[in-house]
């Protein structure tokens, strides 16, 4: 079945440390997205990349980093520039412009 | 600035008591305007697209509703399985090329 899966579901970092969140899709869609979801707060824009080899800050970039290498999969790395870095994160894909999105089941990330 | 603005927060409903949760928004030109329905700790699932000002999708005891300056989400005799957190997200024409979501209603149902 065609999907976005991201992983892990749940992770847990150090102060000073740098993770990476997965995200992988078999949907051969061009866009991906990465969203940042805290209580109260919505869904925020980290990046998003409409094609391979290129991506755009989005409203919360700070702290954050992306590369799509490839169409199927676009890895968010949160830095230890992030200070508050405990968030659900959200991927997403879609066709393009127009068009809804795909997301996956997310991750929790906390600071421990 | 492109805004989009949920309302209620949070809505308590008794089994069978229908009700509509809102959205409007201000953008620049419409493309879109998408519902989607998170359960708590997923991912949000896909419920309806609307493009044009008058139209109408529906889904089970759902409806969604669209004019030029909001959408309403109807629901008609909700069960306690519909309990979850609806999101509203509008694609603008002339900004950007993400999804601006609005923060949400938080729907539970009693039996």
């Known amino acids: 079945d065609g999907g976005i899966t991201q992983s892990p579901k749940y992770l847990f970092r150090k102060e000073g440390q740098n993770v990476t969140l997965s995200c992988e899709q078999n949907l051969n869609h061009d866009a991906m997205y990465w969203y940042r979801q805290d209580p109260g707060q919505g869904l925020r824009l980290i990046y998003y990349s409409q094609i391979v080899n290129d991506f755009q800050k989005g409203d919360i970039a700070e702290g954050y980093s992306v590369s799509r290498e490839k169409k199927e999969s676009f890895p968010l790395t949160v830095t230890s520039a992030q200070k508050n870095p405990t968030a659900f994160y959200l991927c997403?894909?879609?066709?393009?412009?127009?068009?809804?999105?795909?997301f996956g089941s997310g991750t929790r990330l906390t600071v421990v | 600035e492109d805004q989009v603005t949920q309302s209620p927060e949070a809505l308590r409903l008794q089994e069978g008591e229908s009700s509509s949760l809102n959205c409007s928004y201000t953008v620049s030109g419409l493309r879109g305007l998408f519902w989607y329905r998170q359960d708590p700790g997923k991912g949000p699932e896909f419920l309806f697209t609307l493009y044009s000002a008058g139209e109408e999708k529906e889904k089970e005891r759902l409806k969604a509703t669209l004019t030029k300056k909001e959408s309403f989400l109807h629901i008609t005799a909700p069960k306690p399985e519909d309990s979850a957190t609806y999101l509203c997200?509008?694609?603008?024409?002339?900004?950007?090329?993400?999804?601006?979501f609005g923060k949400g209603t938080s729907l539970l149902v009693t039996p």
């Open positions: 997403a894909s879609s066709p393009g412009q127009g068009f809804g999105y795909t």
């Open positions: 997200a509008v694609d603008p024409r002339n900004s950007g090329y993400a999804l601006n």
